[in-house]
């Protein structure tokens, strides 16, 4: 079975300019959940998504946006970037969701650079 | 709102040595995960545990929920190099992962 795969791997920006991330998660898993991973911050949860429906989400400006297809796949945006924003964006996949018990595939994420 | 706090942030072990993080949560919990994320690498999920008083193991691991749902505990015995990395604990009612025990062993 295939893991979480997460497209571009690496990328470079600049302050202002937006971006979309990509999430293709495991085969028959429903919910795709995004997070923002700094060496300061940590670990942050960004949203979930559930059968095409924002479920969840964290505590993050609106330039933090997403969406979920009916093949499950998953984009986030990020508008009008800031130099805070570089950091690895972790997508997970679960077959069960972030509101019922479930463990998470995580992908290899995205390396956002703000310059 | 909900936080989810990890100590030590750091710690350095000689292989062989025992090696414990402790999460806890300002609110209380309805289950727990732990991950793995080794340098360079993605979280990995090790285990989950839902109920109150809750221990289980895994080789050399043991998992502990407390009584009241807002602390857990990842204990490892006699360490090894493979062990390196850090390890995050996620509270449910939502996702919270905690700040992370990051862990080097010296062989």
């Known amino acids: 079975k295939a893991g979480v795969t997460q497209t571009p791997r690496y990328l470079i920006k600049t302050r202002g300019q937006q971006v979309t991330l990509s999430c293709s998660p495991i085969s028959g898993h429903r919910s795709v959940s995004w997070y923002q991973q700094t060496p300061g911050q940590g670990l942050q949860f960004l949203f979930e998504y559930f059968s095409e429906t924002q479920r969840n989400k964290g505590n993050f400006p609106g330039r933090f946006s997403g969406r979920q297809f009916s093949n499950s796949r998953s984009e986030m945006n990020v508008s009008t970037l800031e130099l805070g924003d570089s950091a690895l964006y972790l997508c997970?996949?679960?077959?069960?969701?972030?509101?019922?018990?479930?463990?998470?595939?995580f992908g290899e994420g995205s390396r956002l650079t703000v310059l | 709102g909900q936080q989810v706090m990890q100590i030590p942030q750091y710690q350095h072990v000689q292989e062989g040595e025992d090696f414990t993080t402790y999460c806890n949560s300002s609110t209380t919990l309805s289950n727990i995960q732990w991950y793995k994320q080794r340098p360079g690498g993605h979280p990995v999920f090790l285990i989950q545990?839902?109920?109150?008083?809750e221990v289980k193991k895994q080789k050399r691991l043991t998992f502990q929920f407390g009584e009241a749902k807002k602390n857990s505990s990842l204990h490892i015995t006699a360490t090894q190099t493979t062990d390196v990395g850090t390890y995050f604990c996620?509270?449910?009612?939502?996702?919270?992962f905690g700040t992370g025990t990051r862990l080097q062993v010296f062989p």
């Open positions: 545990l839902v109920k109150s008083g």
């Open positions: 997970a996949s679960s077959a069960k969701g972030l509101v019922i018990t479930g463990e998470l595939f």
């Open positions: 996620a509270g449910r009612t939502g996702l919270i």
